[in-house]
C-alpha cells in the first residue's frame, strides 16, 4: 500500500501550551483512520493543520503528495472537509449550497448539474434538494454536509465528529454512507469521533491521543488485544480508551468553549 497522509514530527503551539506535540504517522491509501481522544487531545487541531486551516509550529506533513505548507492549493483540491462547526447554508436549499461548492471547487460548468444530481442521490437527499437546509432535520443536514465534502471526488475525506448530535437512527445513515464509501472507492478517510462504536465500526486502524500526543496505534482489535490479552474476549475500545487516556477523565469535559461548541452542534442537528 501507498501512503496518502504522511506526518512528521508535526507540531503546533499556542504560546506556551502545546496543543500538538511532535507526532509522527502515516495513513494508507483506501484506510478508515480513526483520531480517537479526549477533548483537548489534539484532534480537531492535527486535522485543521492537515487541510491547511492551520499552519503548523514545527513539522512537515503532506497529503495526497502535496505538503500542506507549500502547496496548499493542491491539498484543497485533494481533499474534503467536513467540520464541527455548521458549514451549510440554512437560507438556501440544498442545491443552492451545493452549486456554492462547485464553483468554489472549479467544477466545470457542464458537470455541475450532472455531478449534484449524483451527490444528492448518493446520501439520499434528492427529493429534499429543493427544499431550504433550515428545514432540513439534522441528519438531513450532515448528510448534505459530507454531499459538499464529496462534490469534487477528493483522494482524501477528513471528518471531524461527523455524527455528533445526532440520533441514533440519523447516526446510522451517516455510518451506512461511510461504509459504502469505503467499500465502493479507494477514498481515504480520516475521521475523529468520541463514539467507540463508531470507531470500531468503521476504522481499518486507529490512533489514539493524549494530551497532544499519539499514545497508542492499531487496528481495533490489535489495541484490544494489547489492552485486555485478546481480541475476541469482552475487551472494548472503551477499555482501550480509558486504559491509554483514564488520567484525562476528569478534565474530559473539555473547556467552556469546547462543552458550548458540542451543545450548540448537538441542538442544531438534533
Same mark, same amino acid.
Given at each position: 500500500?501507498?501512503? *496518502?497522509?504522511?506526518?512528521?514530527?508535526?507540531?503546533?503551539?499556542?504560546?506556551?501550551?502545546?496543543?500538538?506535540?511532535?507526532?509522527?504517522?502515516?495513513?494508507?491509501?483506501?484506510?478508515? +483512520?480513526?483520531?480517537?481522544?479526549?477533548?483537548?487531545?489534539?484532534?480537531? $487541531?492535527? *486535522?485543521?493543520?492537515?487541510?491547511? @486551516?492551520?499552519?503548523? $509550529?514545527?513539522?512537515?506533513?503532506?497529503?495526497?503528495? +502535496?505538503?500542506?505548507?507549500?502547496? #496548499?492549493?493542491?491539498?484543497?483540491?485533494?481533499?474534503?472537509?467536513?467540520? =464541527?462547526?455548521?458549514?451549510?447554508?440554512?437560507?438556501?436549499?440544498?442545491?443552492?449550497?451545493?452549486? *456554492?461548492?462547485?464553483?468554489?471547487?472549479?467544477?466545470?460548468?457542464?458537470?455541475?448539474?450532472?455531478? *449534484?444530481?449524483?451527490?444528492? !442521490?448518493?446520501?439520499?437527499?434528492?427529493?429534499?434538494?429543493?427544499?431550504?437546509?433550515?428545514?432540513?432535520?439534522?441528519?438531513?443536514?450532515?448528510?448534505?454536509?459530507?454531499?459538499?465534502?464529496?462534490?469534487? =471526488?477528493?483522494?482524501?475525506? +477528513?471528518?471531524?465528529?461527523?455524527?455528533?448530535?445526532?440520533?441514533?437512527?440519523?447516526? =446510522?445513515?451517516?455510518?451506512?454512507?461511510?461504509? =459504502? @464509501?469505503?467499500? !465502493?472507492?479507494?477514498?481515504?478517510?480520516?475521521?475523529? #469521533?468520541?463514539?467507540?462504536? !463508531?470507531?470500531?465500526?468503521?476504522? $481499518?486502524?486507529?490512533?489514539?491521543?493524549?494530551?497532544?500526543?499519539?499514545?497508542?496505534?492499531? #487496528?481495533?482489535?490489535?489495541?484490544?488485544?494489547?489492552?485486555?490479552?485478546?481480541?475476541?474476549?469482552?475487551?472494548? @475500545?472503551?477499555?482501550? +480508551?480509558?486504559?491509554?487516556?483514564?488520567?484525562?477523565?476528569?478534565?474530559?469535559?473539555?473547556?467552556?468553549? !469546547? $462543552?458550548?461548541? #458540542?451543545?450548540?452542534?448537538?441542538?442544531?442537528?438534533?
Amino acid at each position: 500500500m501507498t501512503a *496518502i497522509i504522511e506526518v512528521n514530527d508535526l507540531v503546533k503551539k499556542y504560546g506556551e501550551h502545546l496543543a500538538v506535540n511532535d507526532i509522527s504517522f502515516t495513513v494508507e491509501r483506501g484506510e478508515v +483512520f480513526g483520531l480517537l481522544g479526549p477533548n483537548g487531545a489534539g484532534k480537531s $487541531t492535527t *486535522i485543521k493543520m492537515l487541510t491547511t @486551516l492551520l499552519t503548523p $509550529t514545527a513539522g512537515v506533513a503532506s497529503v495526497n503528495g +502535496f505538503d500542506i505548507v507549500r502547496q #496548499t492549493n493542491q491539498v484543497r483540491h485533494s481533499i474534503g472537509y467536513v467540520p =464541527q462547526a455548521l458549514s451549510a447554508d440554512g437560507n438556501l436549499t440544498g442545491y443552492e449550497n451545493l452549486l *456554492i461548492f462547485a464553483k468554489l471547487y472549479d467544477l466545470p460548468r457542464d458537470i455541475r448539474k450532472p455531478r *449534484i444530481a449524483e451527490v444528492l !442521490e448518493y446520501v439520499g437527499l434528492s427529493e429534499a434538494g429543493k427544499q431550504l437546509v433550515r428545514n432540513y432535520s439534522g441528519g438531513m443536514i450532515r448528510r448534505l454536509e459530507v454531499a459538499q465534502a464529496l462534490l469534487h =471526488q477528493p483522494r482524501v475525506l +477528513f471528518l471531524d465528529e461527523p455524527t455528533v448530535g445526532l440520533d441514533p437512527i440519523a447516526r =446510522q445513515a451517516i455510518w451506512d454512507h461511510l461504509m =459504502q @464509501l469505503r467499500t !465502493e472507492s479507494d477514498m481515504t478517510i480520516l475521521l475523529t #469521533t468520541h463514539s467507540m462504536e !463508531e470507531a470500531d465500526s468503521l476504522c $481499518t486502524r486507529i490512533g489514539i491521543m493524549h494530551r497532544g500526543k499519539i499514545v497508542a496505534m492499531g #487496528t481495533p482489535d490489535e489495541l484490544k488485544k494489547i489492552v485486555g490479552g485478546s481480541a475476541t474476549g469482552t475487551t472494548t @475500545l472503551n477499555d482501550v +480508551f480509558v486504559y491509554y487516556a483514564g488520567d484525562a477523565l476528569e478534565s474530559s469535559g473539555g473547556s467552556y468553549r !469546547e $462543552t458550548s461548541r #458540542t451543545r450548540r452542534a448537538a441542538r442544531r442537528l438534533g
